[in-house]
């Protein structure tokens, strides 16, 4: 099982980006995939996920209205679009497999995520 996240870098506030995780060595449909952050000093916090079983989206309140999450199953890549992005949003960004299989996908703890990506850095800076 491998995921890789990319699409990190430096973008003024009011700026966009999006992420992607590309996956491998597992079926995707089976997944829910989480999208986490880490900022410096802070502990890791979640970001969004969508569920495997019905495309469920969940955001986490600082985000909502600006990120969006999406999955291509085809081309097994996960999408993070992240719009309006603020000088808080800076942190490391993680793609992660939810452990349990098709079901709703959460937020509420990095511990139901087993398998994570090595991390894309996202700076929101003028």
């Known amino acids: 099982v491998q995921l890789q996240a990319s699409g990190g870098g430096l973008v003024q506030p009011g700026g966009s980006l999006r992420l992607s995780c590309a996956t491998s060595?597992?079926?995707?449909?089976?997944?829910?995939i989480g999208w986490f952050r880490q900022a410096p000093g802070k502990e890791r916090e979640g970001v969004s996920c969508i569920s495997s079983s019905n495309g469920n989206t969940y955001y986490a309140d600082s985000v909502k209205g600006r990120f969006t999450i999406s999955r291509d199953n085809a081309k097994n890549t996960v999408y993070l679009q992240m719009n309006s992005l603020k000088p808080e949003d800076t942190a490391v960004y993680y793609c992660?497999?939810?452990?349990?299989?098709?079901?709703?996908?959460?937020?509420?703890?990095?511990?139901?995520?087993?398998?994570w990506g090595q991390g894309t850095l996202v700076t929101v800076s003028s």
């Open positions: 992660a497999t939810d452990k349990v299989v098709l079901t709703e996908c959460t937020l509420v703890s990095t511990d139901r995520y087993d398998y």
């Open positions: 060595g597992f079926t995707l449909d089976y997944y829910g």
